[in-house]
């Protein structure tokens, strides 16, 4: 005869309490997953649901849950970080069909130079995905201002981070600003590298083109440049009467190749921060750079900052220490 105890609460509760410890720390699942099989039943999933494939955490059992789980991956993963720049134990064919299982991802993130247009029918088939950080031109293969802004991965897109430098050039600048105006649900946009502070420019054609725009964000490399940047971007006058200027942050942003040292730090911790804030946001452990850039707005139209004030401090993953 058996002397295990059995359950001493209705499974409902049982199930609340597990998943309630679990949330509250996901480094325990693991260790909660052990306890009996019908934990692991419930906690598998919360711990799949924020997923990052890369030198710097891929789980060791994702291979098997690809080719034997995909219905499982579809329900349960909702965050995915997708980094093949690194040397991974994920073939090119088992990383395609991880996007495929991954159809309930509301989040999407493809750090690699590797894309091509084979994953857009992947992406596509994600009814849900609502935030997408991506380089555009590398995905499509072509230059940026010729995306097609009506292909079906931008239907439900909100908030788009794009990973690519945006020419300047008259021409070029119009194709992109005009491609990005029409995507269908773009509220939030954010944009890597520098771009000019001057009526001409990208900016002001971003600001007045997109009407739907909530939240402009440029995301700058720590560097001497940026430091440069910085000091310029925190009460220039040049865009103050612009329509919608309000909505513009600009911030730090460790994910750049030309970033070698940062106070010290190596190129290989910032991007190590970059992943690690990533996974806490999604887990809700912090707020990510979308949420901040959010609260900075909201501050700037209440008159708690100037609206001329584009420069947010302690930005995004805190390289550097807000000014006193």
Known sequence: ???IPGPRFAPEIERSIFQFAALADF???PLLQLVARRVNIWLKPLLYRVLCVSKRGTPSQLPSLITSEAPFLAKSVHYLYLDTTTDLWLSPTQVEALL???TGVTTLVLRNDELSPTYLPLLADMPHLRRLAVSLSTLFRIALHRIDPGHEIFVNITHLEIRDEIQQQGAMRYGVVNALSRLPALTHLAVLKPVPVNLDGLLQSLLLRMERLEVLVVLWP???TGRIFRNEFRDVDGLGPMVGSV???VGWYSDDESLKTVEGRSHERAQRLEVESWKRAAKGEEEDYWMRA???VGAKRRGEIPAR???????????FEPET
């Open 309 to 319: 004030r584009y420069w947010m401090d302690k930005w995004v993953y805190d390289v």
């Open 294 to 296: 959010e609260k900075f």
């Open 100 to 102: 495929a299982a991954c």
């Open 27 to 29: 480094a325990r699942i």
């Open 222 to 224: 720590p560097n001497d």
């Open 1 to 3: 005869m058996s002397t």
């Open 247 to 249: 909505i513009l942050v």
